[in-house]
C-alpha cells in the first residue's frame, strides 16, 4: 500500500520569501512518480511540479523546486520568491510507475497563505 | 480546448435519492479517472478509464456507485440511495497515454447530501 503524509497543515509566508513544505511517502515500489499539485480556493487542482523516482536530479520549474531524498522517502517543495498567486493548498501525491494507470495517491495537504 | 468540464459544479440532495455527474474530459485524452475528496483531506482515488473500459475501481466505490464511459468520451457517476458520509468533492480528471503524463483536472462537483 501507498501513503503519502504531509505533517504541516498549514503554513505561511511572507511575499518574496522562500518557504519549504514537507512531505513523506511509504512504498514498496522501485519506481514511480511524485507529484506537487496546487489547489487554489474555488479553483482546479494544477500541476506544479513532478519528480521521477529514477532521476536523482531534483526537479526544478522555475520559482519551484524539490529536494527529492530517495532513500529517506522524502520529497520536499520548494518555493522561492512568493507570490500572493501562491496562497493555496498544496498536495503532495505519489503514482506508481505502471504501463496502465497512473492512479494518484495524494496526502493531506498543505493550506500555504503568502502574506503581503 | 477549455480542459476538463464537470456538470453540475454544486448539487444538494436528500438522503436516499439518486444522483449522476457528468465529466468531459480533454478531448484528445484517453484516460478518465474520478476521485473523491472530503473536507480537509487529500483526494481519493475512485476509478479510472481507459477509452470506454473500466480497468480499476477502488474498494471506496461501494455498490451504490457506478461509473461509465459509453464511448470513451465523457463520463458519469452515479451515486444511488445517497447518505450523508457521501458528501463530498467529486473531481474528474484526465490524462494521454503513458505512466509520466500528466493529469489534467476538473473544477470538480461539490455534492451535499441533507
Known amino acids: 500500500a501507498q501513503t503519502v503524509t504531509q505533517s504541516q497543515p498549514e503554513m505561511s509566508v511572507q511575499e518574496a520569501e522562500t518557504v519549504t513544505l514537507s512531505c513523506t511517502y511509504d512504498?514498496?515500489?522501485?519506481?514511480?512518480?511524485l507529484f506537487w499539485y496546487k489547489q487554489p480556493p474555488s479553483r482546479q487542482m494544477i500541476l506544479v511540479i513532478r519528480q521521477e523516482a529514477y532521476k536523482q536530479q531534483n526537479a526544478t520549474e522555475n520559482r519551484f523546486s524539490v529536494n527529492f531524498q530517495k532513500a529517506a522517502k522524502s520529497f520536499s517543495l520548494k518555493i522561492s520568491d512568493s507570490q500572493l498567486g501562491d496562497t493555496a493548498m498544496y498536495f503532495c501525491?505519489?503514482?506508481?510507475?505502471?504501463?496502465?494507470?497512473?492512479?494518484?495517491?495524494f496526502g493531506t495537504g498543505t493550506r500555504l497563505t503568502v502574506i503581503p | 480546448d477549455t480542459g476538463v468540464s464537470q456538470d453540475p459544479r454544486h448539487k444538494i440532495t436528500k438522503r436516499g435519492q439518486n444522483v449522476t455527474f457528468r465529466c468531459d474530459p480533454i478531448?484528445?485524452?484517453?484516460?478518465l479517472y474520478w476521485y473523491r475528496q472530503t473536507l480537509g483531506q487529500g483526494p481519493e482515488f475512485l476509478t479510472y478509464f481507459q477509452n470506454e473500459a473500466q480497468l480499476e475501481k477502488s474498494r471506496l466505490l461501494s455498490d451504490r456507485f457506478s461509473a461509465e464511459r459509453p464511448k470513451g468520451s465523457f463520463s458519469t457517476l452515479e451515486i444511488q440511495r445517497t447518505e450523508q458520509g457521501d458528501s463530498a468533492m467529486y473531481l474528474c480528471?484526465?490524462?494521454?497515454?503513458?505512466?509520466?503524463?500528466?493529469?489534467?483536472f476538473g473544477q470538480g462537483t461539490r455534492l451535499t447530501v441533507v
Open positions: 480528471a484526465s490524462s494521454s497515454t503513458g505512466s509520466s503524463t500528466e493529469a489534467f
Open positions: 478531448s484528445e485524452h484517453n484516460r
Open positions: 512504498t514498496s515500489e522501485s519506481n514511480y512518480y
Open positions: 501525491a505519489f503514482s506508481p510507475y505502471q504501463t496502465g494507470a497512473n492512479n494518484l495517491f
